[in-house]
Every structure is written in structure tokens, then in C-alpha cells.
């Protein structure tokens, strides 16, 4: 296929936007058996009728791709990403190359969640800088919303149409200051807030977000993941921050949010968490461990400061 990229080479990120079942199939069948042929790994996860489509469409060649449900993986930003970066990394030493279709879930998603999975989106090309994976993101605009599609434009470097990719006008790479993928944090909702300013004793931020989780709805299933994630969080900002630190929390519909403020310091990227660290990293394991503990994980820039925020879905477990 004409990719303009060659066997071996490091990551490719491309978005597939699609109207009609032929046009899926124009793009994703010739990726599949190109691969196939070349000796490398390669997963569909789509929807059941693309599932389907593809399987056919593939016939034989069908049993040499790993398929599986969009659903299943994507559930929360953190952990699918980390999920594909498990798949990559698992396969790396046995194979060339590894391809992946891999199709976002939009149905049923808020804007806050809408806004954030377009971010996991641009985040990618950070995450897999340097892999061999060669990522393509359809998108049925037949079901989708205009704002979601050109998100996606922004978020892809390069554009797939059947066999042929072409690189996006509207790329914004992720650590690009200005390139619109930093966000201003939305304001506490609701008379439900309460805030504690803290400094050095993370045993009692620990005891108020543990206290306060507990009055908003939070259950004792997700109870730990969000006090780990307040004591990581709130620990880096005293590591890094230097000016006064807040913790905050509410509830907002089904989510209960916490944010930790440091109004002091140099922000981290907007991605910290998103990136898969090495073992013989010194630090970005915390943000990382967080990241998949959370639903939801906003990091913002002050002026000067950093919040970062934390949601944990109230109506369910992990």
C-alpha cells in the first residue's frame, strides 16, 4: 500500500474517516493483508460490525488478526492507552512491525469525557514516539459529531483514504505550546466543594479526600484508587511546586472530581501520565500509576501553577 512508510520504521499515527462500510473496508482490508504479508502483528479493535466486516473480507487470512470489541478497551483514557502499550511492547522482540486499528468509543460520552479522549488521542504520538506501531483511528461520520471528527484531524498526523495516506493540514503535535491541546480548567460545580489547604502532612490529605470522597457517593471499591492517586498527586506538588497547595473536592453529576492545586512552580505537560516510563526512569511512574487508577485525568497549566484533576465515577467500580 502506499503508506510512505517502509517496514521498520517507527510509529505511524493515521486517521481513517469513513461514511460507508466500502470505505472502511477500502483502508483497513489492504493495511491488514499488507501486513499479514510482511510478517507482522496485526489488531482490529472496531465494532462488532466492523469486526465482522473485516473477518469476512479477510477470509482465511482472518485467523493470523487479533480482533477484538472497541467496548472492551475503551473504557478510560489511562488504562487503554496502557493497554495498547502492553500489546506493542509484548510484541516488539518477535515482530517487524505492529499494526493496530483502533477505533475510539464516542457514544454516551459527556464533553468532558468527549474532550479528554480527544487528548489520550493526541497523546499517542508522544506515548509511541520511537515504537514500531503503526496506528490507524477510524471514524464513521456517520454517527458522529462534526466537532469529534475534527477533533480527530488535529489529534492524527497523517490522513488515510483507501491505500493512500496524505499528512494532515490540521495536525496539532502534542507539545507544541499554542497548539490547542492545553485547556482552561473549568470551575467547581455545584455547593458541594470543600477545600482543605495542605503542606507537608499527607496523612491528613489523605483523611480529608478519604472523608470527603465518602460523603459525595464515591464507593469503597473506588475509595483507595482515589486516596493513591491524591497522596501521588499531592506528593509531586510538594516535590515540584512552590507556591500554596489546595486540595478540592466535589461532586459533579455521576463523578466525584479532585483537584490539586499548587500555585507556585513550573506545570508539567499537559500528557504527564501518558507516557509509558522505563524501568530505569526516576520519576513519572506516580502520574502514570494514577492515570490508570483514575476514570478521568486533567492536567493544567496556571499562571503560575499547576491543577491537576482527578474523576472517579461514582455509579461503579474499576
Not at 467496548?71 to 478510560?76: A, F, I, L
Not at 496502557?82 to 460520552?109: F, K, L, S, T
Not at 483507501?162 to 460545580?189: F, I, K, N, T
Amino acid at each position: 500500500m502506499s503508506s510512505g512508510h517502509d517496514h521498520g520504521e517507527p510509529l505511524a499515527h493515521h486517521v481513517l474517516i469513513y461514511d460507508t462500510d466500502e470505505q472502511f473496508l477500502a483502508a483497513t482490508l489492504p493495511f491488514c493483508r499488507d501486513g499479514l504479508e510482511r510478517g507482522e502483528a496485526v489488531l482490529a479493535v472496531t465494532t462488532p460490525a466492523n469486526v465482522t466486516l473485516l473477518r469476512e473480507a479477510l477470509g482465511r487470512d482472518a485467523e493470523r488478526v487479533e480482533f477484538a470489541s472497541a467496548s472492551g478497551w475503551y473504557r478510560t483514557p489511562g488504562r487503554t492507552l496502557a493497554a495498547y502499550h502492553r500489546y506493542v511492547q509484548d510484541r516488539e522482540d518477535a515482530y517487524p512491525r505492529i499494526r493496530i486499528i483502533g477505533e475510539p468509543v464516542w457514544n454516551d460520552r459527556d464533553a468532558v469525557e468527549t474532550d479528554e479522549w480527544l487528548r489520550y488521542e493526541a497523546a499517542i504520538n508522544k506515548a509511541f514516539a520511537g515504537s514500531r506501531a503503526w496506528i490507524v483511528c477510524p471514524y464513521d461520520t456517520r454517527g458522529l459529531p462534526v466537532s469529534v471528527v475534527a477533533g480527530a484531524r488535529c489529534a492524527h498526523s497523517d490522513l488515510m483514504h483507501g491505500d493512500a495516506v496524505l499528512p494532515s493540514p490540521h495536525y496539532s503535535p502534542p507539545d507544541v505550546q499554542g497548539s490547542g491541546w492545553e485547556r482552561r480548567p473549568r470551575p467547581p460545580s455545584g455547593a458541594s466543594a470543600a477545600c482543605m489547604e495542605f503542606g507537608s502532612d499527607l496523612s491528613a490529605v489523605r483523611a480529608f479526600a478519604a472523608a470527603r470522597a465518602t460523603e459525595l457517593g464515591l464507593p469503597a471499591e473506588s475509595l483507595d484508587r482515589l486516596v493513591f492517586s491524591v497522596n501521588e498527586t499531592a506528593s509531586n506538588a510538594l516535590r515540584h511546586g512552590d507556591g500554596r497547595r489546595f486540595l478540592t473536592l466535589w461532586r459533579d453529576g455521576e463523578r466525584v472530581v479532585c483537584d490539586v492545586t499548587d500555585t507556585g512552580g513550573t506545570s508539567p505537560p499537559w500528557y504527564s501520565g501518558y507516557l509509558p516510563p522505563s524501568p530505569d526512569q526516576a520519576s513519572g511512574h506516580g502520574m502514570w500509576t494514577v492515570r490508570q487508577l483514575c476514570d478521568l485525568v486533567e492536567i493544567h497549566s496556571l499562571d503560575p501553577g499547576t491543577l491537576v484533576r482527578l474523576q472517579l465515577d461514582a455509579r461503579r467500580g474499576p
